[in-house]
């Protein structure tokens, strides 16, 4: 009965914690402001001028979004740290987002995956709160929605959706929190990030791999998710042919911790990068509190993965995967 009511008392607490604000449906005060076919001097139809306008110095800048759907890839890249906001009347629901940025970069047109993303952050410091950031090409070849090389950058309640490479984290530290992320191939990528996931919705819209780590040594890379739930994204039909991840290098290290998953996943839960260069011989590939009716009843672990232990899961927390210091500059509101 004391254990019962210990655990009822510390999801209560869990879920207090959860605190984002209702609403976000005015500007504040010396915002830049967006508002799709504006004609009110100042303001800019689009995201992609007003990026362009913010000053190159390092002020604190802050865009503000109104509902809409904008097209145009996004690159930031300035000094001073950035805050965007999109319009919502439920600031701590992604499904609630009004504002929508859209393009249909192809990286081998564009040379690179950072050059075809839709919303490339090259800026630290820098909060985005509900927007949906889609890359609409598709099935066949690379093409990101959201490139991040930025450091100290929170993503909240914010969508992405594509099909290969969707979430290209790969330089700094990340925080995605309370938000949604639609892929196939690959879809969460990089190779020196340092990331952190809670309370995602993670929508399998094909077959692969969620995750493609890239770690090449033995730093401080990590992805770790909390408490995050793997559906099948609409009109799809997924039936064991997704893993939590495949090795892009041979130092991946991604955790998959008190996960519900209802997209039925391979038996296995991770593999190889290939038959022929398998790059699992220094691999961490843990997962601990698996749960959901997707997986199946004969989980068979490949030997270079590992079911943790729960003090062995307890190590894995937001401090191991983004410092000690994270609360500086996380919105800890989309904590839960």
Request: hydrophobic share 40%; net charge neutral.
């Given at each position: 009965?004391?254990?019962?009511?210990?655990?009822?008392?510390?999801?209560?607490?869990?879920?207090?914690?959860?605190?984002?604000?209702?609403?976000?449906?005015?500007?504040?005060?010396?915002?830049?402001?967006?508002?799709?076919?504006?004609?009110?001097?100042?303001?800019?139809?689009?995201?992609?001028?007003?990026?362009?306008?913010?000053?190159?110095?390092?002020?604190?800048?802050?865009?503000?979004?109104?509902?809409?759907?904008?097209?145009?890839?996004?690159?930031?890249?300035?000094?001073?740290?950035?805050?965007?906001?999109?319009?919502?009347?439920?600031?701590?629901?992604?499904?609630?987002?009004?504002?929508?940025?859209?393009?249909?970069?192809?990286?081998?047109?564009?040379?690179?995956?950072?050059?075809?993303?839709?919303?490339?952050?090259?800026?630290?410091?820098?909060?985005?709160?509900?927007?949906?950031?889609?890359?609409?090409?598709?099935?066949?070849?690379?093409?990101?929605a959201l490139s991040n090389y930025g450091d100290m950058v929170?993503?909240?309640?914010?969508?992405?959706?594509?099909?290969?490479?969707?979430?290209?984290?790969?330089?700094?530290?990340?925080?995605?929190?309370?938000?949604?992320?639609?892929?196939?191939?690959?879809?969460?990528?990089?190779?020196?990030?340092?990331?952190?996931?809670?309370?995602?919705?993670?929508?399998?819209?094909?077959?692969?791999?969620?995750?493609?780590?890239?770690?090449?040594?033995?730093?401080?890379?990590?992805?770790?998710?909390?408490?995050?739930?793997?559906?099948?994204?609409?009109?799809?039909?997924?039936?064991?042919?997704?893993?939590?991840?495949?090795?892009?290098?041979?130092?991946?290290?991604?955790?998959?911790?008190?996960?519900?998953?209802t997209a039925p996943i391979n038996a296995?839960?991770?593999?190889?990068?290939?038959?022929?260069?398998?790059?699992?011989?220094?691999?961490?590939?843990?997962?601990?509190?698996?749960?959901?009716?997707?997986?199946?009843?004969?989980?068979?672990?490949?030997?270079?993965?590992?079911?943790?232990?729960?003090?062995?899961?307890?190590?894995?927390?937001?401090?191991?995967?983004?410092?000690?210091?994270?609360?500086?500059?996380?919105?800890?509101?989309?904590?839960?």
């Amino acid at each position: 009965m004391i254990l019962t009511i210990s655990l009822l008392l510390l999801q209560t607490l869990s879920v207090c914690a959860l605190s984002p604000p209702g609403s976000r449906t005015t500007p504040p005060s010396g915002a830049y402001i967006v508002r799709t076919g504006t004609t009110v001097s100042g303001e800019f139809k689009n995201l992609v001028s007003a990026v362009a306008a913010l000053p190159a110095d390092s002020s604190p800048q802050t865009i503000f979004i109104y509902p809409g759907t904008y097209t145009g890839q996004v690159l930031l890249q300035r000094s001073g740290p950035v805050t965007i906001y999109g319009y919502t009347t439920n600031a701590g629901s992604q499904a609630a987002n009004q504002v929508t940025l859209t393009a249909a970069g192809n990286a081998t047109a564009a040379g690179s995956d950072d050059a075809s993303g839709t919303l490339r952050i090259h800026t630290n410091n820098v909060k985005v709160y509900n927007i949906n950031v889609k890359n609409s090409v598709g099935p066949g070849v690379q093409a990101i929605a959201l490139s991040n090389y930025g450091d100290m950058v929170g993503l909240y309640a914010c969508g992405f959706y594509g099909y290969q490479d969707t979430v290209y984290t790969n330089q700094g530290r990340h925080a995605f929190l309370q938000g949604y992320i639609a892929g196939a191939v690959d879809f969460i990528f990089g190779k020196l990030s340092q990331a952190y996931f809670e309370g995602n919705t993670i929508a399998i819209a094909g077959s692969g791999a969620i995750t493609a780590n890239g770690r090449s040594a033995d730093d401080a890379g990590i992805y770790l998710f909390d408490r995050n739930t793997i559906a099948t994204a609409p009109s799809v039909s997924v039936n064991g042919n997704y893993f939590f991840g495949r090795p892009w290098r041979d130092y991946a290290r991604v955790i998959f911790k008190n996960t519900v998953v209802t997209a039925p996943i391979n038996a296995a839960l991770w593999e190889r990068w290939s038959s022929a260069t398998p790059m699992t011989d220094h691999v961490t590939y843990d997962d601990y509190n698996t749960t959901g009716s997707g997986v199946p009843n004969n989980v068979q672990r490949p030997s270079f993965a590992t079911l943790l232990t729960a003090s062995q899961a307890a190590t894995f927390t937001i401090a191991t995967s983004l410092g000690s210091d994270y609360a500086n500059w996380v919105d800890t509101s989309y904590l839960f």
